[in-house]
């Protein structure tokens, strides 16, 4: 007995029929299982990339920053240097000052007769 073609298309049928409902049994099976298990793999991957992305980031403002820093000391040293050294002078100045008002108290030279 030989199979014609209305058979075949008969087993056809059938064999999407149970395709389908294998399909959608393993689909209910299988699927929660490979979610649970691939949602915390995903989630350590995202974090890593994340941590990655900010770390990099960290390590761009601190060299700015130190630049920042460095270009700024370098700007403000030679004004500090010049507020001691005027401060240093005006002790100086006002020593000398006390100096002259102790010979001149009266802001002039004693007249000698």
Known sequence: MALDKNDWVQLDKRFKKQ?????????K?????VIKTLIPQMK????????????????????KLEEFKS???ERVDPVL????T???ERLLIVDRLEALE?????GKHPVTS
């Open 102 to 106: 102790d010979i001149h108290p009266d």
């Open 19 to 27: 395709n389908k409902q294998v399909a959608s049994e393993v689909t």
């Open 44 to 63: 350590a991957i995202v974090s890593l990339v994340i941590t990655k992305e900010l770390s990099e980031q960290e390590e761009k403002y601190e060299k």
């Open 71 to 73: 270009e700024f000391f």
């Open 86 to 88: 005027a401060s240093e």
């Open 81 to 84: 240097k010049e507020v001691t």
């Open 29 to 33: 099976a299988v699927v929660p299982q």
